[in-house]
């Protein structure tokens, strides 16, 4: 069955550090997200992709980065962590269709930064 | 400024009433709207969409009412289970046909379904 994974499921680092998040999809979709989910904020967009080679900055991109080399996978670098960028990281998919716009979410990353 | 509102941050239900989720938006181009449900330690899974053209759509016990000229939709769940118990997130998408593919989230509602 097709699925979207994230790798690792939790995460601890120190400030400063550079932290990078996996995440996988076997749906072959072209249209790739990175939210993060912070209480009272719901799920904010940090970046997309909408295909090989196409990258975009979303709501909240500040101190991250993505790189999308082929289709199945798009990992979220933070560059040098910092505390504020505690929280639970989910990555989606989706493939435009012409009535929905359902996007697949991965089970999250739970990261922490001391 | 959050185009996607979900006011109430909680809601409780005694099981087999009807539990009502309500979300407002303010961005007028959204013209597609979608309800998400997580459990704890798990991604979002989608639960019911509805297209600006309809003002109702049903699927089972969950059906979905959007009024356009309110910019207010809301998810009925009838008859509420404990296993509905979970965060419930409204999303809107729409505009332009790179933001069609983006879904702004509002911030959730915790339901708890009492038995």
């Known amino acids: 069955d097709a699925e979207i994974t994230q790798s690792p499921r939790h995460k601890i680092t120190e400030t400063g550090r550079q932290v990078t998040l996996a995440c996988h999809q076997t749906w072959n979709h072209n249209n790739m997200f990175w939210y993060r989910q912070d209480l009272g904020h719901g799920l904010r967009l940090i970046h997309y992709s909408y295909g090989v080679q196409d990258t975009n900055k979303g709501e909240v991109s500040d101190g991250y980065s993505v790189s999308r080399s082929n289709t199945e996978d798009l990992p979220l670098t933070l560059e040098s962590a910092a505390s504020s960028q505690t929280s639970v990281y989910f990555c989606a998919s989706s493939e435009l269709q012409a009535s929905y716009n359902e996007q697949f979410f991965g089970p999250g990353t739970r990261l922490t930064v001391l | ?115």
């Not at chain 2, 699927?59 to 809301?74: E, I, P, Q, Y």
């Not at chain 2, 008859?79 to 979970?86: C, I, K, L």
């Open chain 2, 1 to 115: 400024d959050q185009q996607v509102k979900q006011n109430s941050p909680s809601l409780s239900v005694q099981e087999g009433r009807i539990s009502i989720l309500n979300c407002d938006y303010t961005n007028s181009m959204f013209d597609y709207f979608l309800w998400y449900k997580k459990y704890p330690a798990e991604g979002p899974t989608f639960l019911i969409s509805i297209s600006s053209i309809k003002d109702k759509n049903e699927d089972g016990r969950f059906t979905v009412f959007l009024n356009k000229s309110a910019k207010h939709l809301s998810l009925h769940i009838v008859p509420s289970q404990p296993g509905d118990s979970a965060v419930y997130f409204c999303a809107a998408s729409g505009g332009s046909s790179g933001s069609a593919r983006q879904l702004t989230f509002g911030s959730g509602t915790q339901l708890t379904v009492l038995p």
